[in-house]
């Protein structure tokens, strides 16, 4: 579907700020990140102010990149304008034709990008920093978005990303790629920052729509980037992408035309992205090897079985399974919750709700969503109060408009059938 004007500025921000960013922060350093951040943000300011009035240029991308260039050559002007001593410690070059060799073509993104993925991992910061710092300068998230992802209020994270650029700068680090042992020691972290981007745009709570295609194929493309390394061309890399793949290849199919979350079992499987199974089974295969097993393994297997349509017991019990190697291998809430619908599938309504009842995740609108599902067939009444308080919980409007029609659903049934 082609996008609209008033779609495509958001959509170039979500796929090109990071971009941008990266590339410009190799000539500013990682010191003086905000630099390159303010320029890339000032480059969308400009985007938005003057493309109303004068039209979307030909190649939105291209007017984009100009612009940026354009901004860091009268940056670097005001720079040299300094003290000899404050140009040294930028380390700018006192040439400003130099500048014409920001490279933004396709190469130059992809190097700047994973030079940027492993330095924002250095040890020196501390891990939840790391993440956070690459989501907003990689991702381009706003501090909505990652408080949303730590589960944690925008203050915390304000003051987490204020002191991890603050120790980018005492640390001195550098965006210089490490050896073979470093990359492959900051990869988990690298990992989860990318788990969290694609689990962002295929559930968003701070958005207005609930899916965005535009961060999971974002998440895919960071992702392919670390296999095309030989040192991070590792299995969990490929069962990460696996499970991407195998997720994304319902997306369609899991908003209506209405903007509602369609349900597994209501799915249209015509919308199905067969190409991505396919890639999906092609990466799994490939994760197989060696003896390590992550949650990106188990998670994967579990996407893979849910793009079997079939609705066998064989299938809800081996997911059961999958799910129970899970929350031993990685214990999350989460994780436990999503098992109660594997575990109504395989073994019935009363077994899962007795399961779901005992995680007491009271204040999580999911849990009340889940069962709020459980009880939809066989007590009205509760089903009503669960899905009440999942609206009362839910952030996301169009997740609220969701549920505001399962409670209207509900409401219309004939009194003879409540309980």
Known sequence: MPRTDSQLLPHLFRTEFGKITSVLAKHFHLRHIEVAEDIASETFLEAAETWPYHGVPENPTAWLYAVAKNKARNALKRISLF???IKS???????ISAWDEIDLSADGIQDSQLRMLFALSHPALPPESQVALCLRILCGFGIDEIASAFLTNKETINKRLVRAREKLRTEKLTLDLPDESALVSRLDNVLTTLYLLFSEGYYSE????????DLCEEAIRLAKILVEVK???LPQVHALLALM????????????????????????????????????????NLASTGNRLTKYHLEASIAFWH????DTKEKWESIL?????????EYSPIAALNRTYALSKANGLEEAIAEAQKLQLTTNRYYHSLLGELHGTIDTRKALAYFSEALRLSKSPAEKTSIEKKIDALQRRPAAIKR
Request: glycine content about 6%; overall charge negative; proline content about 1%.
């Open 231 to 233: 040192s991070t061309n």
């Open 206 to 213: 701070t958005r207005s729509a609930l899916v965005d295609e």
């Open 245 to 284: 793949y195998f997720q994304s290849s319902r997306l369609k199919a899991r908003i209506g035309s209405d903007g509602d979350v369609v349900l597994y079992h209501h799915q249209d499987e015509s919308l199905w992205n067969r190409e991505y199974i396919s890639l999906g089974g092609y990466h799994l």
């Open 83 to 85: 003290e000899e001593k």
């Open 307 to 310: 793009t079997v349509r079939e």
């Open 89 to 95: 410690e930028l380390n700018a070059p006192t040439d």
């Open 321 to 329: 399974q999958l799910y129970n190697r899970l929350l031993q291998l």
